[in-house]
């Protein structure tokens, strides 16, 4: 198999094959001579259609996806994506609606919207929802401006949010877009929010405490009621990053446990694929408190039965996307929740944690967890018992198949500071007892090849195309 690109794979008259020049004759005989001008025309390269199709899925087996191999890269919950979800999004009347399409042309979507979005609140314990924003950081953008904007309408200008340490990079990031001067809440010795500094940080400046529950670490802020009481005396907010819902779909909501808004990641929990940056969806859902301020589109259900875009929201912070979001991922999403059901959720979650112990259990000897507990849906392991590092370990496990767990500590960004090398791993509802028992039989084999022979794992991986990127490149 060749490596080359899409412009050296240009060969004169190859794009003139028997498929491509009867569709040339067929553009000449419907369209405009504009239309059916010679691609040569316009630079394009000259590739035949096997070409183009071996080189796309080359491509596609160069990179190692969950329908590749175990992919325990933790808080990203990269949990298989069933297929049936694909063939909805798929459905000629959503796949080929227009973006530009008048809104009352659309009413299949805005059905699809207004189920999704009850849904959503169904299981987050909220009362009202957009699903518009196109990932979690821009949920969280949206979620933020929310908030920015009830404390204006109420004419106290409180320009704080605090974020704890452990929180995912994106939470500072997205407060500071907002405006917001973002704290960092330290974690306590047990990895949790640090109550009496919580305490002392809460002034009256402080619009918002953003938490992550189970937090990055995997571990449930068992003190959550608490918490809550205290922001809310403070008049502040509480906002919840539910990327990953993943530990406690169906057993407990965020609403319940006195959060205000929160945003949820289709593309992790719902099973839609992600990764690479492709589209993913990051609905808000709020309490009746902010659902005035919630960004547009929203689907509500007329007393005619019919679903439409809701109009006259005058104190909406406004529209996070062009058109109407990510439309194919939200229908993925939707199927997921309806081929799982209440009870199916519950099972999922119940999975995720027992599958994340397990692991923990299984590696304890070689990676021991950095908080002695029981975990959630994903633990932390220490390398302290590495010859080389996570880091390495991690870049080995590439050659066995299996994708890098996230890498904690030295050299990685947003986790509290004094770990010097952990990996966060979160193997996901979706890998069977059997892929479990398989991956810790690699992870064995890469810890004896630390203990035996250190130049292989710091060479690692010596299996693939593109070993090393330059990580400050
Ligand atoms: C993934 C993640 C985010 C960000 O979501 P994106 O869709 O990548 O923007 C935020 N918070 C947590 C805890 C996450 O795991």
């Not at 949920?139 to 309408?153: N, S």
Request: a negative charge; glycine letters at 10%.
């Amino acid at each position: 198999m060749t490596s080359q690109t899409l412009l050296e794979l240009h060969r004169k008259g190859a794009a003139s094959d028997l498929f491509a020049g009867t569709q040339a004759k067929q553009t000449a005989k419907l369209a405009t001579p504009d239309f059916a001008r010679p691609r040569t025309a316009i630079g394009l390269p000259e590739i035949s259609e096997v070409d183009v199709v071996r080189h796309f899925t080359r491509l596609s087996q160069e990179s190692h996806g969950v329908d590749n191999g175990p992919y325990p890269l933790g808080s990203c919950t990269m949990k298989y994506n069933p297929k049936r979800n694909d063939e909805l999004a798929r459905l000629p009347g959503f796949a080929q609606a227009h973006p530009l399409q008048p809104a009352d042309s659309l009413g299949g979507v805005w059905e699809l919207y207004e189920r999704l979005q009850g849904m959503v609140c169904e299981i987050t314990g909220m009362d009202a929802c957009c699903l518009a924003p196109a990932a979690g950081a821009h949920g969280e953008l949206a979620g933020l401006l929310m908030i920015r904007a009830h404390f204006q309408t109420l004419g106290q200008p409180r320009p704080v949010v605090l974020v704890p340490d452990s929180a995912h990079g994106t939470n500072p990031a997205s407060a500071a877009m907002a405006g917001f001067d973002c704290r960092i809440v330290p974690s306590s010795p047990e990895g949790r929010v640090d109550m009496p500094a919580l305490r002392e940080m809460l002034t009256p400046d402080v619009a918002a405490f953003m938490l992550t529950n189970p937090s990055t670490l995997g571990l449930f802020e068992d003190q959550i009621v608490e918490i809550a009481e205290l922001v809310h005396r403070n008049g502040s907010l509480l906002y919840y990053d539910g990327a990953n819902l993943n530990a406690l779909m169906g057993i407990v909501r965020p609403g319940d446990m006195g959060f205000d808004v929160v945003h949820v990641n289709v593309h992790k929990t719902f099973a839609t694929p992600h990764g690479g940056g492709g589209p993913g969806a990051g609905p808000v859902a709020v309490k009746k408190l902010l659902a005035p301020y919630l960004p547009v589109p929203v689907a509500v259900r007329g007393a005619d039965g019919v679903a439409r875009p809701q109009s006259g929201a005058d104190l909406s912070i406004g529209r996070m996307k062009s058109f109407h979001g990510h439309v194919g991922v939200l229908l993925r999403a939707y199927g997921y929740l309806r081929t799982m059901g209440a009870a199916g959720l519950r099972e999922a979650s119940e999975n995720a944690v027992l599958n994340a112990n397990y692991l923990q259990h299984q590696l304890a000897d070689m990676l021991p967890p950095v908080y002695k507990q029981f975990c959630k849906h994903e633990t932390l392991l220490s390398g302290e018992k590495l010859n080389t590092s996570a880091r390495q370990f991690a870049k080995r496990l590439i050659d066995y198949g299996i994708h890098p767990p996230t890498l904690v500590g030295a050299g990685c960004v947003y986790f509290p500071g004094d770990l010097k090398s952990a990996m966060l791993i979160e193997p996901t509802e979706t890998e069977s007892k059997a892929s479990l028992d398989y991956q810790v039989g690699i992870f064995r084999r890469v810890f004896e090849e630390d203990a035996t022979d250190e130049a292989l794992v710091e060479s690692a991986p010596v299996s693939r195309k593109l070993a090393r990127i330059d990580p400050k490149a």
